[in-house]
């Protein structure tokens, strides 16, 4: 990992697309699919990092167990998220129930 | 007429300085809200990987918060930067339309002005800034009203990185005792909050299956097509529910 070009590479990606509508704004009409499509972005990158991460805590095979301390933290953070809306409480409790649950089970 | 009070600046007395103050001011419930992102992405960033410069780096420099955390994810699991650089792109392409938004208002400000005033757009300045620039959009001093929002979210951002950072520092290995859940369950609080219709639910349940099923992918471009895969399922599902309001 070149963590150099990394940051080089977001920071210029990233100013390109703050600063091109500054610029182009009025010359060009943004599709209403592709405003749409933004939308979608950043929940599905977000699920597509987090299913992984936590069915499949070895990298290699699906856990549905319920020994799987990363999927009972997963669930609870879930209910507490959805039911409480506050992120700080969603990660403090998920965070409580998964080591629990690790030191229960391990 | 209450409407009338709308696009009245009472602005007899605004000085640029008194314009930035409000920028700041305007921010500030936002970022607050900013803090806890800024602090656990300083945490996580030694144990997935990154060095404390290249962490402090990246909040000086990309100064992005959702596209750093997904960054972070994606160092964690060996992902080759080319392919971080492309997701950030694609992550932060929302902040083209905050641009296009802002610019008829920025046009007529110098490039001394528009670079970094570019440079500090954000989701949470876009939000506070936007809503100044329409309901006073002739207003002389509102560039340093968002500069004020500006300066004040990105200090903000760097302090909180560094302390984050310092407390990370404290523990060493941090993923061997399971730090590394922390990553997915503060994308989980983040996640959650989408799900408000049917769209956003295809979207996550198709991006989580499809992750799975293109796990073994190399380079982590299973990421990339599951990404893709849960847009077009929530595109699709749009579509649908527009056509059956139609019929």
Known sequence: ?106 | MTQANVDTPSLINASPFSEFLAGARDSFPLIVGAIPFGIIFGTLAMSSGLSFAGAMAMSAFVFAGSAQFIALGLVAVGTAWPIIVLTTFVVNLRHALYSATLAPYVRHLPQRWQVPLAFWLTDETFLVVIKRYTQQPTAPYNHWYYLGSALFMYTNWQVCTFIGLTVGQMLPNAAAWGLDFAMPVTFIGMVIPYLKNRPMVATVIVAGVVALLAHAIPHQLGLMVAALAGIAAGLLVQQWGKQEILV
């Open chain 1, 1 to 106: 990992m070149n963590e150099l070009y990394l940051i080089a590479g977001m920071a210029v990606v990233t100013f390109v697309i703050r600063y091109s509508m500054f610029v182009v704004a009025g010359r060009f009409e943004f599709p209403a699919r592709l405003n749409e499509a933004l939308g979608y972005v950043p929940p599905a990158v977000l699920t597509a990092i987090i299913v992984p991460a936590v069915l499949m805590p070895n990298g290699e095979s699906i856990d549905l167990s319920w020994t799987n301390a990363y999927l009972v933290g997963a669930v609870v953070a879930a209910v507490i998220s959805w039911t409480s809306k506050n992120l700080l409480l969603t990660i403090v409790v998920g965070m409580a129930v998964f080591f629990g649950w690790q030191w229960l089970v391990g």
